[in-house]
């Protein structure tokens, strides 16, 4: 080889490598939020209209499963280390009825999914117990880890008049048919159509936040105590998202079907929500952040037991 011949064959190779290296970055690394978000989370309009008569009382929380992810495919720019994830499902109580956020998968779904840890039957068991005493059934996104705990149950005829749907959640056919929520099903359940905030329940507002999917929302709950909590869903799957400030990698959000700019701005807003002192009082919790859910059970702000 001349050494002409070779230095074209170095230049090549280099820029063959730098080109990987920056597609590497393009679509693993890179997810920044924006400087200020656009996204319309207004506490003071949530507080209003959560109201301030028969809020509810407190909220319990259960694990259902648990699992792992690579840090690269929860955050931007992560590793290989794995981050843990946790499914797990919400009971928002009231002096005369309950409500339950995200009543997650059955352990035949939970098993034949990639990241899948170990599986909890005493929660499954206690959420269906909660569940059949449920006047609502709300789903943070239309997936079937926030929806099989309703569609594998074996009370499912009972429970889906209890199980309220958001319009874009229902029109998402295909996810709710991969949740195992068939057309006869879809036609027994709540439908809701609303735009911006709308109050559900005294104290629990929804708040839509299309992104993750197309029906995501978040749910703003005020209890009788003052205590503020937000569910946000899967809008981030960690507080790393929020520590540093970046969002799911580009080829994550693309083979998720997500809407990676929406989700970036919503992200800023959360990121921002926390920052400032007295906004900071509401407390996040993130459907699959189990460690943040047991903060607050230690901090005796969410039970650890449903009723
Ligand atoms: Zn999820």
């Not at 064959?9 to 590497?24: E, I």
């Not at 981050?83 to 779904?109: E, G, H, S």
């Not at 099989?148 to 209890?162: K, Q, R």
């Amino acid at each position: 080889m001349t050494r002409a011949r070779k230095t074209q064959w170095f230049t090549a190779l280099a820029m063959t490598l730098a080109a990987g290296w920056m597609f590497k970055i393009f679509l693993f690394d890179f997810s920044p939020l924006p400087p200020t978000s656009t996204y319309p989370l207004d506490l003071d309009r949530l507080r209003s209209l959560a109201g301030d008569r028969d809020l509810p009382l407190r909220v319990n929380s259960v694990r259902i499963a648990d699992g792992a992810f690579p840090e690269y495919v929860v955050v931007a720019g992560g590793n290989r280390t794995p981050v843990p994830m946790a499914w797990q499902t919400f009971q928002v109580v009231y002096a005369d009825k309950t409500v339950i956020i995200d009543p997650a998968q059955d352990r035949a779904r939970h098993q034949a999914f990639k990241f899948a840890g170990a599986y909890h039957d005493e929660g499954w068991d206690s959420m269906q117990t909660a569940l059949a005493r449920a006047s609502l059934i709300l789903v943070t996104a239309e997936h079937w880890d926030h929806l099989a705990g309703v569609t594998a149950s074996a009370n499912v005829e009972l429970l889906l008049p209890h199980l309220l749907l958001n319009e874009k959640q229902l029109e998402n056919t295909t996810l709710l048919e991969e949740a195992g929520l068939d057309a006869g099903m879809r036609a027994k359940v709540q439908s809701l159509a609303y735009e911006g905030a709308h109050a559900v329940a005294p104290g629990m507002v929804l708040l839509p936040a299309p992104g993750h999917t197309q029906g995501s929302q978040m749910i703003y709950v005020r209890l009788q105590d003052a205590e503020e909590l937000l569910f946000v869903g899967d809008v981030v799957w960690s507080t790393l998202n929020l520590e540093r400030r970046a969002g799911h990698s580009r080829l994550v959000a693309n083979l998720s079907g997500e809407d990676r700019e929406r989700m970036a701005d919503q992200t800023r807003a959360l990121v921002d929500l926390g920052e400032h002192a007295e906004r900071g009082r509401v407390h996040l919790l993130i459907a699959h952040d189990g460690a943040l859910t047991d903060e607050l059970i230690a901090a005796g702000i969410v039970g650890d037991k449903l009723e």
